[in-house]
């Protein structure tokens, strides 16, 4: 880590930039790019949390660094803010990461200082799973503690569930602990911060659209959100409440809120940039650079952002189960008016599958426009342009688009960021 942009975009801010990557975890030309684009590289096991934290360690002693701060995937947070924390060079404190990190953390934690209710069990195994929603009641929601990208998101509503979510558990080779959790109805919204020095300031919020039932995939995401101000301040209020009684200080943050008929109710936050493109989202509707401005945070700059001017959009694929034969129409939908970018992650041989996670999704098409109906509509003439020819039945055609080697190396915990 940190991925390319943010490297380049750092060094825009005057950083002498040290780069730690797993070299599994791209391929080897994005990782070329990011070795040139870095001052000094070195490579690391992400997998052994312990053998990271000390190749960190060794790192920042061999080249003197002033600070060392983690932009990447949520598995390599604690490794690095526990070492910076060892070294004297953190802005956070591993305890504060770890309590926006670790969902059971996060519950507790909320808890303890009467924000957000939501009753909730912690168990330890899969096979557990069925008491403690029997406890909480049906319908409700099953989610790994560690877990990220929608990965082993569920929700459990009756009977045929409990077979359902251990044939879910077994595919994705889920470990506990498991949170479960009430289902929380209401519009679900992302508040995305930026904290300088302990003080927390709100970038936008964003608008998310949900697939299917029983996973929570997200499938489409809308900045700024249509919220009302009052409903837009109770969204920060809480959010803004959970940073501070975590005791976080310095850098992004991305909360998800659900806006219950009881208020507003935290979902789970992570100590990074929001996934799923949310930062060109903002860009493009803001002339704002989260990116740019998480290096700002770090030399103690407040982030300056006007009001929107225009609305994004990020609309994900969902193409039928099958083998595909052909894509056509990228560039000609990513020349329409309006059309941002356009990215199908499925090649002619790959199997498709039906959308489990973020991982597992087909593609994507980002728009702008003057109003969320304007760019629903050029997602839509952008999509309709593909064609991406399938054939059913399913057939074993190579593995699943998600497994490739070469799928986009912008992916991070599945959720698209820019590359």
């Known amino acids: ?106 519950r507790a934690l909320l808890a303890r ?46 009977a045929q569930s409990g077979r359902h979510w251990r044939r879910l558990a077994h595919a ?17 919204f992302s508040v995305e911060t930026l904290s300088v020095a302990g003080v927390h300031h709100v970038i936008g919020v964003t608008a998310k659209t949900l697939g299917p039932r029983p996973h929570f995939v997200e499938m489409a995401h809308h900045h700024p959100a249509d919220v009302t101000a009052v409903q837009r301040s109770a969204l920060e209020q809480v959010t ?11 850098g992004p943050a991305h909360t998800e809120v659900i806006l219950t008929e009881a208020g507003p109710r935290i979902v789970e936050s992570q100590a990074r940039l929001g996934g799923d493109r949310i930062p060109r989202l903002i860009e493009l509707a803001t002339g704002y650079d989260i990116e740019a401005g998480v290096f700002d945070a770090l030399l103690g700059n407040a982030p300056v952002v006007g009001p929107p001017t225009a609305t994004a959009t990020i609309r994900y694929l969902d193409i039928p189960v099958g083998c595909v034969t052909s894509v056509e129409g990228v560039d000609v939908a990513t020349a329409q008016a309006g059309v941002d970018d356009v990215v199908v992650s499925v090649a002619a041989g790959d199997r498709i599958e039906a959308t489990r996670d973020s ?19 050029r997602a839509d003439r952008a999509a309709a342009t593909l064609s991406i020819l399938v054939d059913p039945p399913l057939v074993t055609a190579g593995p699943p688009a998600w497994e490739r080697a070469s ?13």
């Open 1 to 106: 880590m940190p991925y390319r942009q943010l490297v380049r975009k750092a060094r825009a801010a005057g950083f002498w930039v040290c780069s730690v990557w797993d070299p599994t975890f791209e391929s080897a030309d994005y990782l070329a790019d990011v070795r040139a684009a870095s001052d000094a590289f070195h490579t690391a096991d992400f997998g052994d949390e312990l053998a990271m934290r000390s190749e960190l360690v060794r790192c920042a002693r061999l080249h003197g660094v002033d600070l060392l701060y983690g932009v990447g995937r949520d598995v390599t947070h604690m490794p690095t803010h526990t070492a910076a924390a060892e070294l004297g060079l953190a802005v956070n404190s591993p305890e504060s990461v770890h309590v926006l990190t670790d969902k059971a953390a996060m």
């Open 113 to 158: 200082h009467s924000l957000s209710p939501v009753r909730t069990r912690t168990v330890g195994d899969v096979e557990d799973v069925s008491d403690a929603v029997g406890e909480i009641g049906a319908p409700a929601v099953v989610k790994p503690v560690a877990g990220s990208g929608s990965r082993g998101v569920f929700l459990w509503e009756g």
């Open 172 to 188: 994705q080779s889920l470990r506990g602990p498991f949170l479960v959790e009430e289902f929380l109805r209401g519009p679900e």
């Open 240 to 250: 803004t409440a959970l940073l501070d009684a975590a005791g976080y200080r310095t």
């Open 359 to 377: 991982r597992s999704r087909h593609g994507h098409v980002i728009t702008v426009g003057e109003t969320r109906a304007m760019c629903d509509a």
């Open 407 to 419: 799928r986009p190396a912008h992916a991070m915990d599945g959720d698209i960021v820019s590359a």
